[in-house]
């Protein structure tokens, strides 16, 4: 059987062989499995010394100092340790809360259970391609605002938001600044010793390292104060306890220097094949594409299609693996908050198409991709001449 093209990097990558193989050797007796927390013998200080290397090829790609990396088990752990963290910290100062109305569930989750402990967070809304406008980050601010949680890179549309610009508000304002970055890393440059960001949320899986792992980038000059929300053993520093998962590290590590090395190529690349997609659709009527047209991340195209129910379009379209803009709850599919939130009309919003590329994309991938959309359109709208 053959297997269907995968075009769905945004939800997540396949690990880059070199990863896999660094991982590999971190795992038995004869590789470096220690504990890199053992103090009294070579075992311990050569898993050390692993880890601390990753961190470093953590901090080159955001271009921060290796100190303020966090360990975490991802992206969704680094979200909860920066938002319940600067709550329980800093909750005598203020408790209001900015944050928007497309962020990635774990943030929103995390927001949602700060609510029910007394806080109240504004979600702000997006413009129509999906970005936030700085302006409404300024509007939003009072003086008991403690926190502005905005991603980079939004995961359904590829949307990018101004941190530079939002950055120099919060920073006027004396506020704190949390982005999540899980599909912003190792997609387009991070340069945090230009950008006034306090805190940055990162995962390994989006740029072709493993699950289950991730950091989150902690400032230390000004120095950000965090409440931690693990305990036990005091690793991180305090910030996040648990024993140091050597294989992992070194796999995010080996993929975010992969990432530095190869973005520039990549970019260029994905915005051929970004642009082999959309030409590819010239000819076919009713499409929209849901995003920023010009200035998102090339590798996250979403579209959407008049006329055309979303679930038959998910389903006949087998040769490819994409992903549905909709969140699937339970039997219904309920179009996606994110796209609700831009102003997408409920059929469009319903029907959209999440076609995400990367590393190991092809040419002819798109071209996989292409045929099938569009044979599959043509059935859709017009059944009965398809099957004639
Ligand atoms: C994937 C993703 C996350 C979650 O990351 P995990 O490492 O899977 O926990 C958070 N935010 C965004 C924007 C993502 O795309």
């Known amino acids: 059987m053959q297997l269907p093209v995968y075009l769905d990097y945004a939800a997540t990558t396949p ?4 990863v896999a193989e660094a991982m590999a050797r971190c795992l038995t007796l004869e590789g470096q499995f220690g504990n890199p927390a053992s103090r009294s013998h070579l075992y311990g200080w050569q898993a050390e010394e692993l880890v601390e290397n990753a961190r470093r090829d953590v901090a080159e790609l955001i271009n921060c100092d290796p100190r303020e990396i966090v360990w975490t088990s991802g992206a969704t752990e680094a ?7 600067v709550a329980g910290f800093h909750a005598n100062k203020g408790r209001h809360i900015i944050s928007s109305r497309v962020e990635h569930k774990a943030v929103l989750d995390s927001c949602h259970y700060l609510e029910q402990k007394g806080f109240e967070v504004t979600y702000l809304k997006p413009e129509a391609d999906g970005s936030i406008d700085p302006a409404r980050v300024e509007e939003a601010i009072r003086g008991d605002t403690i926190l502005v949680s905005l991603m980079h890179v939004n995961n ?3 949307s990018i938001n101004d941190l530079a610009a939002i950055g120099a508000i919060t920073r006027a304002h004396n506020v704190l600044f949390h982005v999540d970055a899980a599909q912003g890393a190792g997609k387009v440059p991070i340069d945090l010793m230009q950008l006034p960001v306090d805190l940055m949320s990162l995962s390994a899986h ?16 000004p120095r950000v104060e965090l409440a931690a929300q693990i305990h036990g053993g005091g690793h991180e520093r305090g910030m996040r306890s648990g024993t140091l998962p050597t294989h992992q590290l070194v796999g995010m590590g080996q993929a975010f220097r992969l990432a530095r090395a190869q973005m520039p190529d ?6 051929d094949l970004r642009q082999q997609l959309l030409t590819g659709l010239d ?29 038959s379009l998910l389903l006949a379209l087998r040769q490819i693996a994409v992903s549905s803009g909709s969140a699937c709850m339970s039997a219904t599919l309920e179009p996606s908050y994110v796209l609700k939130a831009m102003g997408v009309e409920e059929d469009m919003a319903q029907s959209a198409l999440r076609v995400s590329f990367g590393r190991f994309s092809t040419p002819q991938d798109i071209d996989t991709a292409l045929d099938c959309l569009v044979r599959t359109l043509a059935q859709l709208r017009q059944p009965a001449r398809a099957h004639a």
Not at 79 to 85: E, M, T
Not at 266 to 271: A, I, Y
């Open 15 to 18: 690990v880059d062989p070199l």
């Open 79 to 85: 979200d909860n340790l920066a938002i319940k963290g």
């Open 156 to 158: 359904e549309t590829g």
């Open 206 to 221: 989006k740029v072709y390292g493993p699950k289950g792992v991730g950091a989150l980038f902690v400032r230390r000059d």
């Open 266 to 271: 990549e970019l260029l690349r994905l915005r």
């Open 283 to 311: 000819g076919v009527p009713g499409w929209q594409l849901h995003g920023q047209a010009d200035n998102g991340v090339p590798g996250i195209v979403n579209l959407g299609f008049a006329g055309v129910d979303g679930e």
